[in-house]
């Protein structure tokens, strides 16, 4: 009787022990509610404005224990729309994406800092034209909470900026447009 008993405590005691464990979520593209926009300075006068159309990912996720949280998304390169076909084309091409050898780009976290409004910095993996390079990401939380259909969500907003040609991309755009900013809008639905 004795033997059960202390069993039963130390299973009690490892499952109190055990580390609380972050959501898994899904990445809505499937409704539309989440996206991958950028932004590139055409001439220093405008901005060329566009967008990924098709993406995944999924990510992991407790308010907490923020510092835990993680993402992984990967991009179909060849769903780059700028709203004209011909630029499309173009910058699908040789010169620019060549997503006929590079047609994914995917990022994996590898840290997330968090700060005290919910958001934070993710540092991660970025894989783009082949390359893989370390970048930060700006991360500011949107909200939470359960939805109208039962189930429960999370959103998160951030910034990246990236040089092209610090991932082997070497056509010259000229000095206004050497960065890219990447407007990112996560929406998970729990698994």
């Known amino acids: 009787m004795k033997s059960k008993f202390f069993k039963g405590l130390a299973l009690a005691t490892l499952i109190s022990a055990s580390p609380l464990y972050a959501a898994d979520y899904v990445i809505d593209t499937k409704g539309a509610h989440a996206s991958i926009e950028f932004r590139i300075s055409h001439l220093g006068i405008s901005w060329l404005t566009g967008r990924f159309n098709t993406f ?9 224990s923020p ?3 993680s993402i992984n998304v990967e991009v179909d ?4 729309d700028s709203n004209h076909a011909e ?11 060549n ?3 590079h047609p994914t780009a995917s990022f994996k976290s590898t840290s997330f800092t968090p ?4 958001g934070g910095v993710m540092k991660g993996m970025l894989t783009l034209y082949g390359t893989t390079k370390e970048v930060a990401i700006d991360v500011d939380k949107v909200g939470e909470g359960e939805d109208p259909w039962g189930g429960y969500r999370v959103g998160f907003s951030g910034t990246l900026e990236l040089k092209p040609h610090e991932f082997g991309m070497n056509y010259k755009l000229g000095p206004a447009a050497e960065t890219v900013y990447m407007d990112l809008n996560i929406e998970g639905i729990r698994k």
């Open 115 to 118: 700060n005290a409004e919910g």
């Open 56 to 64: 995944n990912g999924d990510f992991s996720y407790d308010a907490k």
């Open 67 to 69: 510092s835990d949280a």
């Open 99 to 101: 997503v006929k050898e």
């Open 77 to 80: 390169v060849a769903s780059f």
């Open 87 to 97: 630029r499309n084309k173009h910058i699908r091409g040789d010169e620019y994406l």
